[in-house]
């Protein structure tokens, strides 16, 4: 009998700790596919942030180092000045890059380092209980935010993609969903686009994946994909904000 679907080479046997229904074991999936068929597992190092990914290392099998909070995009600068032969990735989640990393990824990418950066956008801080992040929508409820949140007080969401898209040196950024079949097989293509961009060093590539958080969301699985495609998609639109490179969007 022939295998027609298996795991990807680049990811471990390890059993994970996210949660049921969470996002993050699809975008693994996602970024190790894209490893594998660009035939780079053997030449990357990924950079882990604080927050639900840390364990990335547990994960994939390519070299990974651990960043302090927020400096990921700083330590895969390094790494990839050093050594401009290998592909570095980092995988952030909102409060790790649009809050206490905010100048670390701004900075990079208006340097236009030649990395990729994988965002998973789920509305609040995963690991620590719920807070709410700086991608909280409005009026979402929190931990922080019990009375849902409110802009004129807290400030409003940062849509991160189209902060990107407006930087002349990003070559690529896109918004994707891992909500449906259909939005997986998007993203896969986004995601595998930003690593093809610094395979050809075209330039800095930046992907954010809208992502379940059933636990800290108080919501079953489904009904925390059905909120990702109501509500997350209705104030953080899918798309692409910039391809320098052109093709397929």
């Not at 927050?51 to 995009?73: K, M, N």
């Not at 701004?106 to 509305?123: D, L, S």
């Not at 209980?129 to 409820?141: E, R, S, Y």
């Not at 940062?158 to 993203?187: C, H, N, Q, W």
Request: proline share 6%.
């Amino acid at each position: 009998m022939s295998i027609v679907f298996q795991k990807p080479e680049s990811l471990t046997d390890k059993t994970t700790i996210f949660c049921p229904g969470c996002s993050h074991g699809i975008i693994h999936r996602l970024v190790g596919e894209a490893l594998d068929e660009l035939e780079l597992r053997e030449t990357t190092v990924g950079v882990a942030p604080v927050g639900c990914g840390v364990l990335l290392y547990e994960y994939f099998r390519t070299d990974i180092v651990e960043a302090p909070h927020g400096r990921a995009p700083a330590l895969a600068t390094g790494i990839k000045r050093v050594r401009p032969d290998l592909t570095v990735f980092s995988y952030q989640g909102d409060g790790d890059l649009a809050s206490i990393g905010m100048a670390e990824i701004m900075h990079a990418a208006n340097r236009g380092e030649m990395i990729t950066v994988i965002f998973v956008n789920n509305a609040n801080y995963g690991m620590t209980g719920g807070q709410m992040a700086p991608t909280t929508l409005p009026g979402q409820k929190t931990t922080t935010t019990p009375t849902g949140r409110d802009c004129a007080t807290h400030g409003s969401p940062f849509r991160m993609a189209e902060i990107m898209g407006a930087l002349d040196p990003v070559v690529y950024s896109a918004r994707v969903s891992a909500a449906t079949p259909a939005k997986i097989m998007k993203a896969k293509r986004a995601v595998k686009k930003a690593f093809q961009n610094q395979k050809e060093n075209r330039g800095f590539s930046f992907v954010e994946v809208l992502s379940t958080c059933p636990t800290n969301w108080g919501m079953t699985p489904v009904d925390a994909v059905q909120f990702v495609e109501k509500d997350m998609e209705a104030y953080y639109p899918l798309g692409v904000f910039r391809d320098a490179c052109g093709g397929e969007k």
